[in-house]
């Protein structure tokens, strides 16, 4: 048998004849790993072409043409014949751009105020479907284009969800494996709504309000290493707006009274779908499986709310067959006033007396220190993450500004104070500069200083060991 691969090729047609094309098209770009989503494949997937492929991928045709022939090639042992010379055709990405023109209007009308039942219902005529991806993408595009703020989304974005419901509720669930970081987040959310239900059974249950106060775990982890890996890969908005909802969450913990326990539990119940039903199938479609195993490494530094990772899911990495049984000596590094090996200096820096961080002039994240007991939670998924995503977006304008004032020179040092569970916390950021004064980066110090306060009299050296 003999297959010809044209411009003009229908890319679900071709899968279905050789169904391991889709594990072939998810290697070549995570994107194409939409064509999978059942909602998407019954609707305009169906008109793909390999020149959609192509643009979605952003891989050129003579290539993608050739990756595909080889796959089939290989599994199927059949002959595969390239029309070179036909011609580009398609319409898939031409109607998803269509598709989100419509769903942004749909959205800036929500956000003029015309009535959710009369968009709901102008929807359900416009489109016969919506994916997770298209909304996430919908808000990212408001947000870029300027034409809504990240704040204006976060507003609203309880009603775009209400807007969409009734098409999100016939999504498929993804279905991970057991230690996948997405199938934590789902036991973590069963877990919750048990503890939900208890408390609207009997509100003046103590302790499961005191459990529930765990969910503020689950949303750190989703703070410090999912959304981190989504921002690299280009996605910002929907991470931006559920921080800031998960930070109001936490605010409604802290000024809890039985009078906005209900508020509290609707505002978690809505998180969960949100999660359930846009973003953790947003990120299946767009993440790579090397972008889920840095999303992994680091989620024990944080925690876990409830439950324990499983360990069935055992992703395929590059490993090195060639290392070495022992590590080379490390070498010397000769600094300021004497010289230190890079084992020293990791262990210097990770026994001082306070949490340090240190942010590039690019603004991005390039250091912390992995103290045992740092009081603010960091993972390596920080990493490479611009300072002003670490944040609550309430702080952006400071922090910005932070930033802005050290690089112009404005100011050296910022420094704040507050009180955490009867501790008093210092916070302070200092300008690095080189000899000739030029700015090189920013300095963060987090350090516990109730003890220090609290020091009255003196001890010298001589009175050590003798209390």
């Given at each position: 048998?003999?297959?010809?691969l044209?411009?003009?090729?229908?890319?679900?047609?071709?899968?279905?004849e050789?169904?391991?094309?889709?594990?072939?098209?998810?290697?070549?770009?995570?994107?194409?790993k939409?064509?999978?989503?059942?909602?998407?494949?019954?609707?305009?997937?169906k008109?793909?072409?390999?020149?959609?492929?192509?643009?979605?991928?952003?891989?050129?045709?003579?290539?993608?043409?050739?990756?595909?022939?080889?796959?089939?090639?290989?599994?199927?042992?059949?002959?595969?014949?390239?029309d070179?010379e036909?011609?580009?055709t398609g319409?898939?990405?031409?109607?998803l751009?269509?598709r989100?023109r419509?769903?942004?209007d749909?959205?800036?009308?929500?956000?003029?105020?015309?009535?959710?039942?009369d968009?709901?219902?102008?929807?359900?005529e416009?489109?016969e479907?919506?994916?997770a991806t298209e909304?996430?993408?919908?808000?990212?595009?408001l947000i870029?284009?300027?034409?809504?703020?990240?704040q204006?989304?976060t507003?609203?974005?309880?009603?775009?969800?209400?807007?969409?419901?009734?098409?999100?509720?016939?999504?498929?669930?993804?279905?991970?494996?057991p230690?996948?970081p997405?199938?934590t987040?789902?036991?973590?959310n069963?877990e919750?709504?048990?503890?939900?239900?208890?408390?609207?059974e009997?509100?003046?249950?103590k302790?499961?309000l005191?459990?529930l106060?765990k969910?503020?775990?689950?949303?750190?982890?989703?703070?410090n290493?999912?959304?981190p890996?989504?921002?690299k890969?280009?996605?910002t908005?929907?991470?931006?707006?559920?921080?800031?909802?998960q930070?109001e969450?936490?605010?409604?913990?802290s000024?809890?009274?039985?009078s906005?326990l209900?508020g509290?539990?609707?505002?978690?119940?809505?998180?969960?779908?949100?999660e359930?039903?846009?973003?953790?199938?947003?990120?299946?479609?767009?993440l790579?499986?090397?972008?889920?195993?840095?999303?992994r490494?680091?989620?024990?530094?944080i925690?876990?709310?409830?439950?324990t990772?499983?360990?069935?899911?055992?992703?395929i990495?590059?490993?090195d067959?060639?290392?070495a049984?022992?590590?080379?000596?490390?070498?010397?590094?000769?600094l300021?006033?004497g010289?230190l090996?890079?084992?020293?200096?990791d262990l210097?820096?990770?026994?001082?007396?306070?949490?340090?961080?240190?942010?590039g002039?690019d603004e991005?994240?390039?250091?912390?220190?992995?103290?045992?007991?740092r009081?603010?939670?960091r993972?390596?998924?920080?990493?490479?993450?611009?300072?002003?995503?670490?944040?609550?977006?309430?702080?952006?304008?400071?922090?910005?500004?932070i930033m802005?004032y050290?690089?112009?020179?404005?100011?050296?040092?910022?420094?704040?104070?507050i009180?955490?569970n009867?501790?008093?916390?210092?916070?302070?950021?200092?300008?690095?500069?080189?000899?000739?004064?030029?700015?090189?980066?920013t300095?963060?110090?987090?350090?516990?200083?109730?003890?220090?306060?609290?020091?009255?009299g003196?001890?010298?050296?001589l009175?050590?060991?003798?209390?």
């Amino acid at each position: 048998m003999t297959t010809t691969l044209s411009a003009s090729t229908k890319i679900l047609d071709l899968a279905t004849e050789y169904p391991f094309l889709f594990d072939t098209l998810v290697e070549i770009s995570p994107k194409l790993k939409m064509l999978q989503n059942p909602i998407l494949k019954r609707t305009i997937g169906k008109r793909a072409t390999l020149t959609d492929v192509s643009k979605i991928s952003k891989i050129p045709l003579r290539r993608l043409f050739q990756l595909l022939a080889e796959s089939i090639s290989k599994h199927a042992n059949e002959e595969v014949l390239i029309d070179k010379e036909s011609q580009e055709t398609g319409e898939w990405q031409e109607e998803l751009e269509r598709r989100q023109r419509l769903l942004k209007d749909l959205i800036l009308a929500l956000h003029k105020g015309e009535d959710t039942v009369d968009l709901q219902r102008e929807f359900k005529e416009l489109l016969e479907d919506v994916s997770a991806t298209e909304i996430a993408e919908m808000e990212q595009s408001l947000i870029t284009s300027g034409e809504l703020t990240a704040q204006q989304v976060t507003a609203l974005c309880d009603l775009h969800v209400q807007v969409f419901k009734e098409s999100l509720d016939v999504h498929e669930k993804p279905e991970t494996t057991p230690g996948h970081p997405v199938h934590t987040y789902m036991r973590e959310n069963e877990e919750a709504e048990k503890l939900i239900a208890q408390l609207r059974e009997n509100p003046e249950d103590k302790e499961a309000l005191e459990e529930l106060r765990k969910i503020t775990i689950h949303y750190t982890r989703l703070q410090n290493q999912l959304f981190p890996i989504l921002e690299k890969a280009g996605v910002t908005g929907p991470s931006t707006v559920m921080w800031a909802k998960q930070d109001e969450i936490r605010g409604m913990f802290s000024s809890l009274d039985e009078s906005n326990l209900s508020g509290l539990l609707d505002a978690i119940e809505e998180m969960i779908y949100k999660e359930t039903n846009i973003l953790f199938p947003m990120t299946l479609e767009n993440l790579s499986e090397y972008d889920w195993v840095k999303v992994r490494a680091g989620e024990e530094e944080i925690g876990y709310a409830w439950v324990t990772p499983g360990d069935e899911w055992k992703p395929i990495m590059p490993i090195d067959i060639h290392q070495a049984d022992q590590e080379p000596e490390s070498p010397q590094i000769q600094l300021n006033t004497g010289n230190l090996t890079l084992r020293e200096i990791d262990l210097v820096l990770r026994h001082l007396p306070f949490d340090l961080s240190f942010v590039g002039v690019d603004e991005k994240v390039k250091y912390y220190s992995a103290t045992d007991d740092r009081i603010f939670p960091r993972s390596p998924g920080v990493i490479g993450r611009s300072v002003i995503n670490c944040h609550p977006h309430k702080s952006y304008e400071k922090v910005k500004k932070i930033m802005d004032y050290f690089k112009e020179g404005k100011k050296d040092k910022a420094m704040f104070w507050i009180r955490m569970n009867e501790r008093l916390l210092l916070i302070s950021y200092f300008a690095v500069r080189d000899d000739d004064g030029k700015f090189a980066g920013t300095l963060e110090i987090s350090q516990d200083v109730t003890e220090i306060q609290s020091l009255e009299g003196e001890q010298r050296l001589l009175d050590w060991g003798n209390e």
